[in-house]
């Protein structure tokens, strides 16, 4: 598989207030739980000068395996995950530049 078919993965959450350790668990528990086809790595983050907001940034085979992913995270439970936080996920789909 050529190295220019794989994508990276930014995820970016922010918890609610006072929830902030219940957002970083339930972030490190679904990536470290969940069955993931395709996905190469995940280095997850929180950001020292915005408390709660945490990230993950994710190595995928292709972009077909991420999505395939989100489609099956959504309908396995997903919404459980984000209760603890501000707004849905935010991501973006990204490709190495230069």
């Known amino acids: 598989m050529s190295n220019q078919e794989t994508v990276t993965v ?3 959450i922010h918890a609610n207030a006072g929830q902030e350790q219940q957002a970083r668990d339930s972030l490190l528990h679904a990536i470290q739980t969940s069955e993931k086809p395709g996905l190469i790595g995940s280095t997850e983050y929180e950001d020292l ?3 709660g907001t945490f990230y993950a940034i994710q190595t995928w085979e292709n972009a077909e395996a991420f999505h395939a992913h989100m489609k ?3 309908e396995n439970g997903m919404d459980e995950a984000i209760s603890v936080l ?3 996920p935010r991501t973006a789909l990204l490709r190495t530049i230069g």
């Open 49 to 51: 000068n915005d408390p």
């Open 10 to 12: 930014l995820i970016e």
């Open 86 to 88: 501000r707004e849905p």
């Open 72 to 74: 099956d995270a959504a």
